[in-house]
């Protein structure tokens, strides 16, 4: 399957047409069609539901759109890092975190890493760990800040000193804000969000003990700001790692911490053994000095 197939293949899915794509790709529709016929008799499978006016996906069609976007996404990054090695260090450096407290360890970072390289841009993708770790692996992603406990058997990293601690998010009326903090018995009946990631639950879990095979728990949810909103429709409590949250409007969504107090630690990691940019490869080194490893 050629890379050039696979973008005549999503010029197709967005302008839903053959004809227009044919236009925006500079080439004949016949020529187009035997293409699209072609890719299709190379995989075995029917992608496309072509109606009378307009052609659709089909399943199959759907799950090829997908890995075929991030495939291009990996050429294209590829392509513009072979040059950049060519050239004065420049390009666009990819981070992937969570909503975690060692955010605020990447103002500095990059404001004196842009000090050296003023060419290079930077990119955040927010998400959990486990996605993130999948973009990193997939090679979309060229460092990642990740929330612990993660398995770094394929990364190298630096373990931050900074402590994540966990808190309550609640609606300001709620009777657990007129606590400093909040218990395990204190939540043991009220509904409840908590993280989607498995390993982060038994986390937990551990800290409700006893209390966690009766909890009320209504939604499981992966970043803090989405659970935030089921908070102030007054849907459930949510525990969250305090990241961000104090930047929060706290008239709409307040919090509080554990007690006993629950933390974690994170990483700043980027996969062993992978060719990187030269600036994201300036960049590692930016890190390491920066932070005296």
């Excluded at 995989?43 to 996906?57: A, M, P, W, Y």
């Excluded at 955040?124 to 990740?146: R, S």
Aim: net charge negative; proline share 4%.
């Amino acid at each position: 399957m050629e890379i050039r197939v696979l973008r005549y293949f999503l010029t197709v899915v967005r302008e839903e047409s053959i004809t227009k794509a044919a236009d925006v790709l500079h080439i004949t529709q016949p020529t187009l069609s035997r293409q699209l016929s072609q890719m299709e008799e190379e995989v075995g499978v029917k992608l496309f539901n072509r109606g009378s006016r307009r052609i659709t996906l089909t399943n199959e069609g759907i799950l090829l759109r997908r890995r075929a976007e991030e495939i291009l996404q990996l050429v294209d990054k590829t392509e513009k890092e072979l040059i950049e090695q060519e050239e004065q260090v420049e390009g666009k450096i990819s981070i992937g975190s969570g909503e975690i407290a060692a955010v605020q360890v990447l103002p500095n970072l990059i404001k004196t890493f842009r000090e050296k390289y003023p060419q290079v841009t930077f990119d955040i993708f927010t998400a959990t760990a486990d996605l993130v770790k999948e973009q990193m692996d997939k090679g979309l992603l060229d460092i990642g800040l990740l929330l612990e406990p993660v398995d770094m058997g394929k990364y190298d990293f630096i373990r931050l000193e900074m402590k994540e601690k966990w808190v309550v998010l609640m609606r300001p009326d709620s009777p657990l804000a007129e606590k400093k903090s909040v218990t395990a018995k204190d939540l043991s009946e009220l509904p409840l969000i908590l993280p989607r990631r498995m390993n982060v639950q038994s986390e937990i879990a551990s800290w409700f003990g006893n209390y966690y095979d009766d909890l009320n728990i209504v939604f499981t949810s992966n970043l803090s700001t989405n659970s935030a909103v089921m908070v102030t429709g007054g849907l459930a409590y949510s525990l969250v790692i305090e990241g961000a949250v104090p930047f929060w409007d706290q008239s709409k969504v307040t919090y509080r911490p554990l007690a006993p107090s629950l933390t974690a630690t994170s990483v700043l990691a980027w996969k062993r053994g992978q060719p990187f940019s030269l600036a994201a490869t300036k960049f590692i080194e930016h890190i390491k000095c920066f932070l005296g490893i």
